[in-house]
């Protein structure tokens, strides 16, 4: 249960824990005072940020860890956290940090600069001794560094073996976020269920499939959270969730279902945010096998697919059609002459038997929910029927969201044609990088699911991310980007708006463009 809470209004810690528990049964009548109770998509996979991929995990851990850098409030630009300040070599490859030197982890730990090099060499080291406790799928983010040394007791220093413009923003990312040495040392490979450290909220339960507690840390270096707890309530069914938002067993609930959104903003009891962030809803392709190894076909389903009655009719005007893999949050790297594939059956239709697979039987693999996935049933429907009005059988395989994350990111071959997928990115290097190029193939430990392989492709990226110059590093992705949407080896769908809904006694909530839920300000007198 929870081990301690500071209720300097009262409340006592047994009537809390009790209100707590509560919270399990459906449609609770009213949530504890000064605790936020989250409205989750999912069930978390993990606590430990370098053994997750999703977002919904990430919006938990960002409120328990911090990194050496962050996000600035509503924007994505880099500023100062466990490190106070860094300097950057002239050519780009040694990054010198200074650290905090009055910030402990939740365990009673002294963070320090042997910390970071425990988090990374963790992660990077095949030799570590604590290697052997995860799989660490985004190490990706930080190949570049050849090593970690701590220079001094509250400096470290990373040397890359070549400039990485990513880097610092790769830091601010989840993965990037500081782990308790300690915590890592006594729980192994179950430090993600015990998880330890320095944010403005500690962990205190985790009660599978009902909730994740986490207390406000009155010491935190940032000043303590206003929020005595925080509770994580995993809601994987929208309606469900809306349900219980309605009923006031939440406080919160993210990715509000569109035809949803209009009803609780004409509500006064209810205070609806949104925000634009760099997010793509696409189809991933199985290129390796079957009809989508022909690129006509790849092309023939952006031609079927109806996106636009997607956008307005399902997700009521909450997303607007993709073009491409880098979604157009990225203004400085996107490419505005790329137009999105048009509604074109006929012309799906042609390409389809010039490819010799009219009638084609495809098996596309469709998640209840998950994060960024929108609405996805319905749209795996509408998408189904439309590839049926060109001529092809579709047959849809539904999997709750982890267990469809265990289909799909080992790779789609011998098992489906296609399959849901969204991603929300920090860099426009991101997505590509770890889910287009042909060393990210999923037995390489990238998320290359479809086996897309372009030469040219990966030359361009690679160029992309060793370019210490913006205007250069643009040029080259929008190259890529007018290579890819010709390969189609993703059915470009919907760049979506965020939105989440509090209750009118939520105070500074804000929703991040990183897609990061921060709750360090955040009230409920």
Do not use: C
């Not at 707590?20 to 449609?27: D, E, H, N, Q, R």
């Not at 006694?505 to 709750?519: H, I, K, M, T």
């Amino acid at each position: 249960m929870i081990r301690s809470l500071a209720l300097p209004k009262g409340l006592g810690l047994s009537a809390l824990a009790l209100a707590v528990a509560g919270l399990s049964a459906p449609l609770a009548a009213q949530t504890p005072p000064n605790v936020l109770v989250v409205g989750q998509i999912a069930e978390p996979q993990s606590l430990d940020p370098a053994q997750v991929t999703a977002v919904n995990d990430f919006r938990i851990m960002m409120n328990m860890y911090d990194g050496l850098v962050r996000y600035a409030d509503g924007t994505l630009e880099v500023e100062p956290a466990l490190a106070s300040e860094w300097q950057i070599s002239d050519d780009g490859t040694v990054y010198t940090f200074s650290l905090r030197d009055d910030v402990s982890f939740h365990d009673g730990s002294a963070f320090d600069a042997d910390s970071v090099v425990f988090h990374f060499e963790r992660m990077l080291d095949e030799d570590h001794p604590y290697h052997d406790t995860g799989s660490f799928p985004l190490a990706f983010f930080f190949e570049a560094i050849t090593s970690v040394e701590a220079s001094g007791e509250h400096e470290v220093t990373f040397t890359l073996d070549e400039p990485y413009a990513p880097f610092l923003s790769n830091l601010a990312y989840p993965t990037g976020l500081i782990v308790s040495p300690a915590g890592v040392e006594e729980h192994g490979e179950d430090f993600g269920r015990n998880p330890s450290g320095t944010g403005p909220f500690q962990f205190e339960e985790w009660q599978s499939n009902s909730r994740v507690v986490a207390s406000a840390n009155p010491d935190y270096w940032d000043g303590a959270p206003a929020l005595e707890a925080v509770v994580f309530r995993p809601i994987t069914d929208a309606n469900t969730r809306v349900a219980e938002m309605m009923a006031g067993g939440i406080d919160l609930m993210v990715e509000v279902p569109p035809d949803n959104v209009a009803q609780f903003a004409e509500d006064p009891m209810y205070q609806v945010s949104e925000q634009a962030g760099p997010h793509l809803w696409f189809l991933i392709l199985n290129t390796k096998e079957g009809p989508f190894a022909d690129r006509r076909m790849r092309q023939a389903i952006n031609y079927a697919i109806d996106k636009t009655s997607l956008v307005d009719n399902i997700l009521e005007g909450t997303a607007t059609v993709a073009a491409g893999p880098i979604p157009p949050a990225f203004d400085w790297a996107y490419n505005e002459e790329l137009e999105p594939y048009p509604y074109d059956p006929d012309r799906a239709r042609e390409l389809i038997a010039e490819a010799g697979h009219e009638g084609a039987e495809l098996t596309f693999y469709v998640t209840e929910g998950g994060s960024g996935m929108l609405d996805p049933i319905p749209m795996g429907s509408a998408i189904q029927a439309d590839l049926a009005d060109v001529g092809l059988d579709v047959s849809i395989e539904t999997y709750e969201w982890n267990t469809f994350l265990g289909e799909v990111n080992p790779g789609l071959e011998g098992k489906a044609d296609m399959a849901q997928m969204a991603w929300m990115t920090n860099d426009p290097d991101t997505l590509p990088f770890l889910a287009l190029r042909t060393d990210a193939m999923p037995d390489q430990g990238g998320f290359n699911s479809g086996y897309y392989s372009n030469p040219e492709v990966d030359d361009l990226l690679e160029r992309a991310r060793r370019s210490v110059d913006q205007e250069e590093r643009a040029a080259l992705y929008k190259e890529m980007q007018t290579i890819v949407h010709e390969d189609a080896p993703w059915a470009f769908v919907a760049n979506w708006k965020q939105n989440a809904v509090s209750t009118a006694a939520v105070e500074n909530f804000r929703l991040q463009p990183s897609f990061f839920l921060l709750l360090h300000e955040v009230s409920k007198p």
